[in-house]
């Protein structure tokens, strides 16, 4: 009897085990988007928070080395301030002051003794006033070093949420790999060549938007062998001479006085997706150019397949 319950638990085991089916390419992709979507904001965070970072230290680095160079001058003027008491030591007043005190001119007595006087004042007033500047200057270097220490740490912090996603990322693209649905792009890609109707530094953003079709997606890529999103879109618009920020919530904050509407668009304007996770550029003839996801490759697509386009600037 016991027996007889075994096999027959080990039956509806096997048959549950059986009955859950592999995924198919439509719920592994629809996965993967859905994923994507959440690693798309988590990814535009971590590099805002690198560009925070780099901020941060080259301000610290720049304030540093000006208190380092003031700290030279400083350590120079004490030098000099002890030169004069060892020189006034041996030779300066030793010889000066019998000659001061003998002569008969009590004006030239007050005259000589006010100038060795006003030597020491000087150099001590100067000491005086380059102390006060760096106790300013350190206090500056101090609230950078804070500033560059809790960029450090929300970068940290930034990096290991997108490590995260990263690995749940990395099981889709595994199951993609499995059905042969991964694009692992050409980082040495030519692209296709621009031939739509842009002009001016339009048309340059898009040829070199154009030039990077086929090269892969890769979180935190600004090319040239690899790009994200706005790594992209930044790149493009660089090539045509205009900066614009590196992620997409800066590029869409940095054109609030260059919005323009969904239905008067041109070729070479932003666009946005909602939550601000991603960006593409509009090419004209109803496409777009920009790069989708990981597991895919910069490409040109139709307008509608962008997931839900909420605005867009025109650098």
């Known amino acids: 009897m016991a027996a007889g319950l075994a096999i027959a638990v080990l039956l509806i ?36 928070a690198g560009e925070h970072w780099k901020k941060a230290r080259k301000e610290y680095n720049l304030l540093n080395g ?19 008491a060892v020189s006034n030591y041996q ?11 003998t002569q008969s001119d009590p004006e030239s007595l007050l005259s000589g003794l006010a100038s060795v ?24 270097r101090d609230k950078a070093k804070g500033a560059y220490d809790k960029a450090i740490d929300l970068f940290d912090d930034l990096r290991k949420q997108k490590k995260d996603v990263e690995k749940l990322v990395g099981q889709q693209e595994r199951l993609l790999r ?41 979180y935190g890529g600004t090319g040239p062998g690899a790009y994200d999103c706005s790594g992209l879109t930044q790149a493009s618009w660089r090539a045509a001479g205009v900066g614009i920020p590196r992620t997409a919530a800066e590029q869409y904050n940095w054109g609030a006085s260059r919005r ?44 509608s397949s962008y997931r839900g386009i909420i605005g867009a600037v025109r650098p």
Request: hydrophobic share 40%; net charge positive.
């Open 260 to 303: 323009v509407s969904l239905n008067a668009l041109q070729p070479g304007d932003l666009l946005f997706a909602a939550g601000l996770g991603h960006v593409g550029m509009y090419a004209g003839g109803g496409k777009m150019v920009h790069a989708p996801q990981t597991g895919d490759v910069v490409k040109v697509v139709p307008l």
């Open 117 to 140: 006087d006003q030597m020491s004042e000087g150099q001590s007033r100067t000491l005086t006033e380059f102390e006060n500047a760096t106790r300013s200057l350190k206090g500056q």
């Open 13 to 48: 085991q096997a048959s549950g085990a059986e009955a859950k089916p592999k995924p198919t390419v439509a719920q592994t992709k629809a996965r993967l988007a859905k994923l994507n979507d959440q690693a798309d904001k988590v990814v535009d965070r971590y590099n805002l």
């Open 91 to 101: 030779t300066g007043d030793l010889m000066a002051w019998p000659n001061l005190v």
């Open 178 to 218: 499995s059905l042969n649905s991964f694009n692992a792009g050409n980082p040495n890609s030519s692209g296709i060549k621009y031939t739509g109707s842009a002009s001016g530094n339009a048309r340059t953003a898009l040829q070199f938007a154009f030039a990077q079709v086929g090269k892969p997606y890769r």
């Open 66 to 84: 000006r208190l380092k160079d003031r700290l030279t001058e400083i350590d120079a003027l004490r030098q000099g301030l002890v030169s004069v």
